[in-house]
């Protein structure tokens, strides 16, 4: 198994006007050729972030501050302007949230086609590009016809299918998906995941999937990677993170997910609020939540542990 | 295309109603000014007899409503009666001095847009730098110039000073009337005839009073346009483009000006009316002969019914342009149609 | 009790100043400045006598059409008046017409978009549509043919003037009944037996009244522009009274022979005025707007 990309030490800081936001802080993570990692976290611990600083188009005023992403070898920090262009939607896709405000909705979906595919193919003919529209959306599922329509035309479920297309069109390498099931109702989202996995054995596709719905990532992923305030808490095959998690997070992350076998009084929730990313708490960032947290915990922040196969961060393990 | 045809109809119909109302509205302000426009025609000291007969021809002595009727028949004829001055047929005088209203005021528009909106679009894409607020400041102060005194200050400096560019009328003096016939609308007049002189000189006297109309209602274009950028760059389908590698230059020009052109589009069709009224005080300004200066003329001249007449016309352009601005946001926003 | 010294009250207003500019930004040093020309030029209006060196009728102030310099800040036109004495003396007119027509303008508008708003049905609807087909037509052009009906005359222009702004306030404060009346504690007043004028004066007026002001502002920036055309179309005003927009169009004849400063002085003026109000209300209405939502 190739690793495509090699994430080492990144930091993405939000400078705003009360403090500096650190959104991802020494952040280190590989995907492997082909498979299908999903990011999870809540609302606000950088995984978006993180996502959003692969293609580099994190909106101002964030900006990558420290470490490397390394795509086959070559920095994308440091790619010029040319360079990171031609890497965007053509080596590395991503696909977003809410596909009616993802797709400009002036522009018939045959036009939003080809201009992809005549900005990196630049000898292309029009019709050719038709073509390879219409192919697309034939292994979408949905028919050749609907090219010509607008966007606002089309249902929440076609629309997220375009915005796959328009992601795969050129065959990338790896498409990174941000809470892409969001906005859809769940019979919906279920076909989309399956549309999704069907996609990734015929692209042989790698797919950075991110997003707070675990239930997505159980049925889709092969390793998962938690996030938390920032950091990575852990990353390990989704079996095992599933059935042995090992960081409190994650423990306090899956516990929390209402299990229909079992008889439960009462929900659990995790103690505490998300941390404050402008003034993050000393050493590890969970310990004010943790129910293990030791001495250690408040004073240094944990090295990134090998266990059980997989990398935590945390204390109890070091 | 059948709902645009669909939407278009329904749309001309609806002009129906408001041409109505801005007629209804004219006769309306024309007639409970106080004040006795006849009285002041015939010169003040006129005998009451003469004032009295002179009304009765002028059908001004008939109840209210019954002159009301009278004048929407016959404005649905296109008859705008006769001018109390000249022996001339009102409509005429109006035919004559329209096209160059129109030239005028379309090639401002031009200016206009061209300024405004990519001004407005630079702005907002440098948003915050020395660019963004020097276009910022533009924005507020060109409103505050009088269109009339920039025209004055035009023709010293280009007219005068320099002396490179002309400051008064159409055309130079070596040009025939003649080759004005076809339209009135002497740049196509030009080049229909192939005549390249005439037309050039036809052109040059355009420069100053376009330019000067035409910045004077850019500001409000710069300042709608850079709002509507802002909001429109910070879409979910900018941030796809990007993703996709689209060049920033594309993105801002094509994809986000076309989505933030919209509402100024509409805001044109409102800012319409500001264009006439500067047009008359630009044709003032530059002796331009169109519609404007026809009004100020007939003022003088206390000519009740030609007054009446281009105020009239006014309206109906007014209406005419809200008509057309909506089709074409139907034509480039495909949401409204479906 | 501490008695401050006049540097330390300075000093005070001062950070208060820029306490101020920092919280709401450029806004609220634009709304300054703004606030400065108005009151400059509002100072040049009431101390006229003391600040014009010459009376602005003064036929013999100096010699004929000579360059700004010397005694004259401003030069001499034609008639070998003063300009910068005619420049002081104009702000008058300009002042008064323009605030006053604004006045008038708002007070009309304002009631009848109240009682417009609030009562609905077909005097709603009528009024509306009038006051639409009125906003919608060129203001200058109907401007100009009422100065011409009504003839020459300070009250004449300032009602031409006022007439035109009608419908604006009318919209607004029709717009801004109409969704108030729809709100809860409206209903609640209605429901212990408040009647209707009670509900209008308590209720809407007072959140009326904010939006109202910056309005206002603008309005009379607007209200400048147009009397200064006006007056320079020759449409508005005897020849006796000093006013810029007369004299940019006085001057306008003897531009071809280079006398530049016979209209340089006078437009620069109405543009300074007017951008003075302008920015008043722009700053007003970036700064007053967060504190309505806040509300």
């Not at chain 2, 989505?259 to 530059?286: W, Y």
């Not at chain 3, 102030?61 to 300009?83: E, I």
């Not at chain 3, 104009?90 to 605030?99: E, F, K, M, N």
């Amino acid at each position: 198994m190739t690793t495509i990309l090699e994430i080492e030490d990144l930091a993405v800081h939000f400078p705003i006007s009360i403090g500096t936001v650190r959104a991802v802080e020494g952040v280190n993570l590989n995907l492997e050729q082909g498979e299908v990692m999903g990011l999870v976290g809540e609302t606000g611990c950088g995984k978006s972030t993180l996502g959003f600083s692969i293609l580099r188009i994190l909106r101002p005023p964030g900006k990558i501050v420290k470490g490397k992403i390394l795509y086959h070898g070559q920095d994308i920090v440091q790619m010029n302007e040319k360079e990171i262009l031609s890497l965007r939607g053509k080596r590395i896709a991503m696909i977003f949230q809410d596909p009616l405000t993802s797709l400009n909705p002036l522009f018939r979906i045959d036009e939003q086609f080809t201009e992809t595919l005549l900005t990196h193919e630049k000898g292309l003919d029009r019709k050719t590009a038709f073509n390879r529209a219409e192919r697309m959306l034939e292994t979408l599922g949905i028919s050749p016809e609907r090219l010509l329509e607008y966007p606002h035309q089309m249902s929440g479920g076609m629309r997220q299918r375009i915005m796959i297309g328009m992601g795969l069109i050129l065959n990338p390498d790896l498409l990174i998906a941000d809470e892409p099931t969001t906005s859809l109702d769940v019979i919906v989202e279920a076909q989309f995941l399956d549309l999704l996995n069907d996609l990734r054995k015929h692209y042989n596709l790698t797919i950075l999937l991110i997003t707070h719905n675990l239930g997505n990532v159980a049925q889709l992923a092969d390793r998962i990677t938690v996030m938390y305030g920032g950091t990575i808490a852990e990353i390990g095959p989704a079996k095992a993170i599933f059935g042995d998690p090992l960081h409190p997070y994650t423990q306090g992350l899956l516990s929390s997910i209402p299990n229909i076998k079992l008889d439960q009084p009462k929900l659990m929730t995790m103690l505490g609020s998300p941390p404050d990313l402008v003034n993050p708490p000393s050493g590890c960032v969970f310990h004010p939540r943790c129910p293990r947290a030791m001495e250690i915990c408040g004073r240094e922040k944990p090295d990134v542990l090998k266990k059980n196969g997989r990398l935590v961060t945390c204390w109890l393990y070091g | 295309m059948g709902n645009l045809a669909r939407y278009i109809i329904t749309r001309v119909l609806l002009t129906i109603p408001m041409v109505f109302i801005l007629l209804s509205t004219v006769f309306v302000v024309l007639r409970i000014m106080p004040g006795d426009p006849v009285g002041t025609m015939l010169g003040g000291h006129a005998p009451e007899s003469v004032i009295e007969k002179k009304k009765e021809e002028l059908g001004l002595n008939r109840p209210i409503p019954i002159q009301y009727l009278d004048y929407l028949w016959q404005v649905c004829r296109l008859d705008l009666g006769n001018s109390m001055v000249f022996k001339q047929r009102v409509t005429k005088a109006i035919a004559e001095k329209l096209p160059a209203t129109i030239e005028l005021t379309t090639f401002a528009m031009i200016i206009t847009i061209l300024f405004g909106v990519f001004m407005g679009a630079y702005a907002a894409d440098k948003r915050r730098s020395l660019q963004d607020n020097i276009i910022r400041l533009y924005g507020i102060v060109i409103f505050c110039i009088p269109v009339y005194w920039l025209g004055l200050m035009f023709q010293l400096i280009f007219g005068i000073w320099l002396d490179i560019l002309p400051i008064a009328g159409r055309t130079g003096p070596r040009v025939f009337a003649s080759t004005f016939e076809k339209t009135g609308f002497y740049v196509l007049d030009t080049i229909l005839i192939g005549d390249f002189s005439a037309l050039r000189d036809v052109l040059i006297h355009l420069i100053l009073p376009s330019f000067t109309l035409g910045m004077v209602l850019s500001g409000i274009f710069v300042r709608l346009t850079r709002a509507n950028m802002l909001d429109v760059l910070k879409a979910d389908y900018i941030l796809a483009a990007e993703a996709r590698g689209l060049e920033h230059r594309k993105i801002v020009y094509k994809h986000a000006l076309k989505n933030a052109f919209i509402p100024v589009l509409t805001m044109f069709g409102l800012q319409f009316a500001l264009l006439m009224a500067g047009a008359v005080l630009t044709e003032s300004t530059f002796s331009w002969p169109g519609m404007g200066r026809l009004l100020l003329e007939r003022i003088y001249l206390r000519d009740y019914p030609t007054i009446q007449g281009v105020i009239i016309m006014f309206a109906l352009i007014v209406a005419m342009v809200s008509l057309i601005v909506d089709i074409i946001y139907a034509v480039v926003d495909p949401r409204i149609r479906y | 009790m501490r008695l401050t010294t006049p540097a330390e009250a300075m000093a005070r207003a001062l950070s208060r100043f820029t306490g101020m500019g920092r919280r709401y930004g450029v806004e609220w040093w634009i709304l300054l400045a703004g606030a400065l020309i108005v009151l400059v030029i509002l100072a040049m209006a009431v101390f006229s006598g003391a600040i014009a060196p010459f009376n602005p009728h003064n036929q013999d102030a100096g010699p004929q059409l000579a360059p700004p310099g010397g005694k004259h800040l401003m030069g001499t036109d034609n008639l070998q008046r003063d300009v910068w004495s005619r420049i002081v003396h104009g702000s008058q007119t300009i002042l008064r017409v323009a605030v006053l027509a604004a006045i008038i303008s708002s007070l009309l508008g304002i009631i009848l978009g109240l009682i417009s708003g609030f009562s609905g049905g077909i005097f709603d609807r009528v009024l509306s549509l009038i006051m639409d087909s009125v906003y919608s037509f060129p203001g200058l052009i109907l401007a100009i043919a009422f100065a011409a009906m009504l003839g020459p005359g300070v009250i004449n222009i300032t009602l031409a003037v006022a007439v035109i702004y009608i419908p604006t306030y009318f919209r607004l404060v029709r717009s801004q009944t109409l969704s108030i009346k729809e709100e809860l504690y409206v209903e609640a007043a209605r429901a212990i037996g408040a009647s209707g004028p009670t509900i209008l004066w308590q209720y809407i007026f007072p959140n009326v009244i904010a939006t109202t002001v910056v309005v206002y502002t603008l309005n009379v920036a607007d209200a400048i522009m147009i009397e200064a055309a006006l007056t320079y179309l020759g449409l508005g005003l005897p020849p006796d009274i000093v006013d810029w927009g007369m004299d940019l169009a006085m001057g306008k004849k003897f531009l071809p022979s280079g006398h530049w400063w016979l209209i340089t002085f006078p437009g620069a003026m109405i543009s300074i005025l007017a951008l003075g109000f302008t920015m008043l209300g722009e700053g007003l209405a970036e700064i007053l707007n967060p504190r309505l939502l806040e509300r």
